[in-house]
Each structure stands twice: as structure tokens, then as C-alpha cells.
């Protein structure tokens, strides 16, 4: 399939390190915020709506890990960056997998959050798939955001968790749906021994849909990685527990 042309901001100086942000199933590039507030100050930041989400572009579907990472190189070739940083969050972080292990001359250093080489059973996505081309987005935008956060943070801030539910329901169903098939499909267990990337993998204690044991399995095939349990937090750890995603993050990317 065709590369699309993501719709994409940047945020801070131009002579900063450049890193690519690639965020949830369901999400827009707004859910980056907390790191756009953190981290802009040192480096340039690319946010990127996945294609069918926000923005970008919205093919018909079914999608292929393949892709949404050829996605992903061709907005690098578009901003004319041979390199950058990489972080992905849940699909975000697969495609950033499969970006660092078939493009690693693109690959500067890699951050993966609350992610997997793999989900299944496949039926799940493809079940979820037609319930958004057959309901739409809406009839998902409830379950999906309850496993997003703890029950603490979602009562303190329903305003934020609002924000994101109407996300979901606002995304494309055909572009929900062909993401749905990518995941379905996907399996890059075999793909990590290919990553040189320098890797910090970031796992919410809390997290029902990629616990903590995904993001071993990710640390155990890739020869440079290292894994941080985030405690009190969910899927959306970058957002729940902002802080010290940001001082993780800031310490990675900039080798500090």
C-alpha cells in the first residue's frame, strides 16, 4: 500500500534532536501534551496522527504493520531527517519496532510504551474491527478508555478522560478498523534481534492491556534495551504519570 502523508505538528527548537511521537489505537497526536510541556525545551518534537486517526488520512483498510511504518519513514523522508528518535506508544510502539528493525540507518535511539510485539487472540481485533465499521467508534469509545487509566486518576480528572473517550469515538471506523487487522496480524518477536537501537522500554504497573511481562519479552530480544515499571498507572502512562515518563524519557534521549 501507498505511504499516506500524516498530518503532523512540531514542537521546539530546530536545532534540537528530532523525535518522532507515535501514539495509541484511538488516539490523536494531543495525547502527547504532557510530553510536548516536559520536553520541548530540548527537543524538537514530532507528532504524528496515525493514518485513519485524527487528521491523516484515511485509506480503506485492511492495514499491515508495513503500512503504518512506511508511514512513519516517509514523514522522516518528508521532514528530510535521515534520522531521529523514535517513541511509540501501544501501536505506536509496534510500528516504531518495525521502523527500528527494517530502517535502523533511521533509527537514532528507540523508547517503546506500553506495548507488545504481539496481542493475541486475533479474533479479539477482528471482532473489534467490525463493531467499528458496523456501530462506529462510539460503541467502543467506553471500554476502550476504561482501560486507558486507574479508577484514581479517572475520577480525579474526568474532564481529561472525556477528552480522550470523544478521540475514540471520534476516530474514522474504517481507519479504527484496518488498525484493528494490523494488530491482528502482527507478530515481530523475530524482528527484535534485527533492532540496534538503543531501546528503554517503559511498562505501566497497571496496565490491562500490555502489563509489565510484554515489555520483558520486548527487553529479552533486543541486545541494547532496558525495561522501567511505571507504578500507579495504566495504558496511558505518559499522561497519568507524566513526570517521570518525561525524566525517563529526557534521560534516554539525551544520554543523560
Do not use: K
Not at 524538537?44 to 496515525?50: G, H, K, P, T
Not at 519513514?73 to 518495525?98: F, K, N, P
Not at 493475541?120 to 478508555?145: F, I, M, N, Y
Request: hydrophobic share 45%; glycine share 8%; with cysteine.
Amino acid at each position: 500500500m501507498t505511504a499516506v502523508a500524516l498530518h503532523h505538528e512540531i514542537d521546539g527548537p530546530d536545532e534540537a534532536p528530532p523525535v518522532l511521537l507515535l501514539g495509541s489505537l484511538g488516539s490523536t497526536l494531543a495525547m502527547w501534551e504532557p510530553q510536548v510541556e516536559g520536553l520541548a525545551g530540548d527537543l524538537r518534537l514530532i507528532r504524528a496522527d496515525l493514518r485513519g486517526h485524527g487528521a491523516s488520512p484515511t485509506p480503506p483498510g485492511p492495514y499491515a504493520i508495513e503500512d503504518l511504518g512506511g508511514d512513519a519513514v516517509a514523514l522522516l523522508d518528508r521532514l528530510e531527517l535521515e534520522r531521529a528518535h523514535l517513541v511509540g506508544l501501544s501501536l505506536g510502539g509496534m510500528i516504531a519496532q518495525w521502523v527500528a528493525a527494517h530502517h535502523p540507518e533511521r533509527v537514532d535511539r528507540l523508547a517503546l510504551l506500553a506495548t507488545s510485539t504481539r496481542l493475541p487472540p486475533p479474533q479479539q481485533w477482528h471482532d473489534r474491527a467490525a463493531t467499528a465499521r458496523s456501530e462506529g467508534t462510539q460503541a467502543l469509545a467506553d471500554a476502550v478508555v476504561s482501560r486507558w487509566f486507574t479508577a484514581g486518576f479517572a475520577d480525579q480528572h474526568p474532564a481529561r478522560v472525556e477528552r480522550l473517550r470523544r478521540a475514540i469515538a471520534d476516530t474514522d471506523d474504517e481507519g479504527y478498523a484496518g488498525c484493528c487487522e494490523a494488530i491482528a496480524a502482527l507478530d515481530l518477536t523475530a524482528d527484535l534481534a534485527r533492532i540496534t537501537a538503543s531501546t528503554l522500554v517503559l511498562a505501566a504497573a497497571d496496565d490491562p492491556a500490555t502489563p509489565p511481562p510484554h515489555g520483558e519479552a520486548i527487553v529479552e530480544g533486543i541486545a541494547d534495551a532496558r525495561l522501567t515499571v511505571v507504578d500507579d498507572a495504566a495504558h496511558l502512562l505518559n499522561m497519568e504519570q507524566a513526570q517521570a515518563v518525561n525524566d525517563a524519557l529526557r534521560g534516554h534521549l539525551l544520554g543523560r
